[in-house]
């Protein structure tokens, strides 16, 4: 099986993911701004149907990504979902009954290039399925701080570029820890059944980061442009996901000489988002 099961559900995955992004900041630009962190907003958000069938979408999603986390090494499947972006910006005018442009799709297909060649590259294996709590606690107030520090920061500030980045940063930081936690749970769910699943504080803990992380979500779509949240949002959750695999969880990348391609291949990703972001943000 390799390598190929786990990259097909993690692009499932994306693809379901871009799709729910679509619909809930279509929604979240239906609501009110509000000046402060407000957690009604999903209160007013669950009103609109939009919004119901976008988180319906997330839950598709996440049962793909589950799939993917327990066949595949987190490094390898979380940066995967850099392909949530252009998938999301190749969905909107469709949804619109537009026709994408040549320049979306030369760009798409850059992103596509870079995270092939990084991936590639960085070569990730190793499936560790179980670890333990000692070398989860610091990982998770360390985690805990920054998003606190992060919300905090962005709600001191007016609606803008700098409080969207903030916000797109601290639910890149969710999403990652619910990933990283959610890979242990679901092998718990293979090994020790549903009693097993529903016992172990992993399960709470990545439920509570997913809730977090949807949120924090909400708030980042509404706080800002999207050329400000998204490239946090979407670089930021690859990169804590790529150190949650190595440093916790313990998978292993090639070093050596292919660094080089390694850093070359983040280069055209990082390049290829921020100039789909500015795409989407010049459309009319």
């Not at 729910?20 to 239906?30: D, E, H, I, K, Y």
């Not at 327990?70 to 190749?90: D, K, R, Y």
């Amino acid at each position: 099986m390799g390598m190929a099961f786990p990259t097909l559900f993690a692009l499932l995955a994306a693809l379901s993911n871009a799709l729910a992004t679509v619909l809930q900041r279509r929604a979240a630009q239906s609501v009110p701004q509000s000046q402060g962190f407000r957690p009604s907003l999903i209160l007013d958000l669950l009103r609109r149907p939009v919004w119901v069938a976008g988180v319906s979408t997330v839950i598709v999603a996440g049962l793909f990504q589950a799939v993917a986390l327990a066949t595949g090494p987190l490094s390898l499947v979380q940066p995967l979902f850099i392909m949530e972006l252009p998938l999301a910006l190749l969905l909107a005018p469709v949804l619109q009954h537009r026709r994408p442009s040549g320049a979306l799709l030369l760009k798409l297909l850059v992103v596509v290039a870079g995270l092939g060649l990084a991936l590639l590259s960085a070569a990730p294996t190793g499936n560790r399925t179980q670890v333990s709590i000692d070398r989860w606690l610091p990982v998770l107030a360390a985690s805990a701080g920054a998003v606190v520090a992060l919300a905090a920061t962005a709600m001191r500030r007016s609606p803008g570029r700098f409080r969207a980045a903030c916000l797109g940063t601290a639910t890149a930081i969710c999403f990652a820890l619910t990933a990283g936690l959610m890979k242990t749970a679901v092998h718990i769910l293979g090994e020790a059944g549903l009693g097993g699943f529903l016992t172990s504080w992993q399960t709470y803990a990545f439920g509570a980061s997913g809730v977090c992380a949807m949120l924090l979500l909400e708030h980042a779509l509404q706080s800002g442009p999207l050329i400000a949240s998204q490239p946090a949002l979407t670089l930021g959750d690859a990169t804590m996901s790529f150190l949650l695999g190595v440093l916790v969880y313990e998978e292993r990348v090639r070093t050596g000489w292919w660094l080089l391609p390694l850093t070359l291949g983040i280069g055209i990703v990082i390049a290829g988002v921020l100039a789909l972001v500015r795409t989407e943000t010049a459309a009319p």
